[in-house]
């Protein structure tokens, strides 16, 4: 039998052990089972409590942080306030949206990104409460985490790496402090794979035709899918990814009831894409590019964006900067993985070089135990899922690269953040059990790695 929420084997009870059967063999086994079980619900312990005081310097950062003092909050917070008045997306360059336009021409609204519309409500609903719109957006996300917190917890009953997974990275916990784009998206696709990596789970249990109507579960899937194609278009690579998934479990799931799932997540998406293509006349880029040279400064026009006058990080293709320069010599690479693992601010609040050189030793260790058993001597349908999990990590790293070549140079690590999701799917499959004490050693130290980064060196220049 399995230790309950451990999934850890013990013998049943007047089982003939599958190994010599001498009773001190037995023994020996049955106190080494004991002392990893001990041990791991130690860890246990420890990842909660961190868990825990996350969400309490979420709660902090987003209270007392100053408006403003996180990147582009200022028109996040716009954009969320157009939806105050309004129900559906506007036209690109609609005066009543002036306000949200950037030094670049350019808007979060143009993008029909969903995310806006929820703020927009969370401010009606703020406003009922008494909240200040500031507040009632930070709310929402601070929320947002919470729950994702809470949900975590419950899923690690059977599952204990399930504590590990916010804390990953202190990053994550700062897009859900302040107001931003990134948050939603995140756990959206947060929601789809663990509910797809969870085999009890309402929509595996649908899809696999155990169930025989669809429950909450399926339609909270499906939704998360539809909200999610209308989120940050760097999110659109993980949708590939949950295809992958789908694929990966032919062999168990109703295509028919695929279908359905993929048919919900379509009538919620497509109406407001349809919509906002249609009030741009179809043209919806050209329409951008157009009031973007109308309004943009002079150094960030369209039309002067190639020119050496411009803005010097906007183009670099255009301006013959090779995509060597962009990674290297411009540090595409170190900036991503700061930013990646805690850097603050208008990405001008950095922690120690040493805190950085520590994180990337822990993440080639946990990369190593998750994914190197796979490599080795997983079975076919596991190296079938890590090379999805692989191509789409590629595919997340390369769209950050090329925006930053050929747009506008921004070496972000929350635009790689799809990757989380995806990698602790894979975890949760393949993970190799014997070696799950030392990955839940290796996130307890990332852990107190991003607590110390986020308390000291965060909330210690911005709270």
């Not at 921004?410 to 393949?430: A, H, K, N």
Request: with cysteine.
């Amino acid at each position: 039998m399995r230790a309950p929420g451990l999934n850890v084997e013990l013998p049943e009870i007047g089982e003939r052990p599958r190994t010599l059967g001498r009773p001190a063999r037995r023994a020996t086994s049955c106190s080494s089972i004991a002392h990893t079980v001990g041990w791991e619900r130690a860890l246990a312990v420890v990842l909660l409590l961190q868990l825990v005081a996350s969400a309490v310097l979420v709660g902090v950062m987003g209270l007392r942080s100053p408006g403003n003092a996180h990147p582009d909050e200022i028109l996040h917070f716009h954009a969320g306030q157009y939806f105050r008045e309004h129900w559906l997306p506007p036209p690109v360059g609609a005066p009543e949206a002036a306000t949200t336009y950037s030094s670049y021409g350019m808007s979060y609204l143009d993008e029909a990104d969903i995310v806006y519309w929820v703020f927009g409500e969370a401010v009606a609903l703020g406003k009922r409460l008494g909240l200040a719109p500031v507040a009632a957006m930070r709310w929402f996300q601070m929320t947002l985490y919470w729950s994702l917190v809470a949900w975590m917890i419950s899923r690690a009953r059977t599952f204990t790496p399930a504590l590990a997974f916010l804390l990953l990275t202190p990053q994550v916990w700062y897009v859900f402090s302040y107001i931003n784009g990134d948050a939603l998206p995140f756990a959206l696709l947060t929601v789809v794979l663990v509910e797809l990596g969870w085999p009890d789970s309402s929509v595996r249990s649908f899809l696999s035709g155990i169930q025989a109507r669809p429950g909450v579960g399926v339609f909270v899937v499906a939704g998360s899918l539809g909200l999610l194609a209308l989120s940050k278009l760097n999110y659109l690579v993980s949708i590939a990814f949950v295809g992958w998934v789908f694929l990966w479990l032919r062999g168990e799931v109703r295509w028919r009831r695929v279908a359905l799932v993929a048919l919900i997540a379509a009538a919620i998406a497509l109406p407001w894409a349809t919509y906002h293509s249609w009030v741009n006349d179809f043209h919806t880029g050209q329409n951008i590019v157009e009031h973007a040279e109308k309004v943009a400064v002079p150094g960030m026009k369209p039309s002067a964006q190639a020119s050496p006058t411009s803005f010097p990080y906007m183009a670099l293709r255009a301006k013959g900067v090779s995509m060597w320069d962009v990674l290297v010599t411009l540090d595409w690479v170190g900036l991503s993985f700061r930013s990646f693992c805690g850097l603050y601010g208008w990405m001008s609040i950095a922690a120690p070089g040493w805190l950085y050189q520590v994180f990337a030793g822990l993440y080639a260790s946990l990369l190593a135990i998750v994914i190197l058993p796979t490599v080795l001597r997983g079975s076919p349908n596991a190296r079938l899922l890590l090379t999805g999990f692989q191509v789409c990590a590629m595919l997340v790293v390369a769209q950050s690269v090329y925006r930053s070549w050929v747009f506008d140079f921004q070496g972000q690590g929350r635009y790689l953040f799809p990757i989380l999701p995806m990698l602790f799917f894979c975890w949760r499959q393949c993970e190799a059990t014997a070696l799950r004490l030392p990955a839940l050693g290796v996130a307890v130290m990332m852990g107190g790695l991003g607590l110390l980064s986020f308390a000291l060196i965060g909330l210690g220049a911005l709270a």
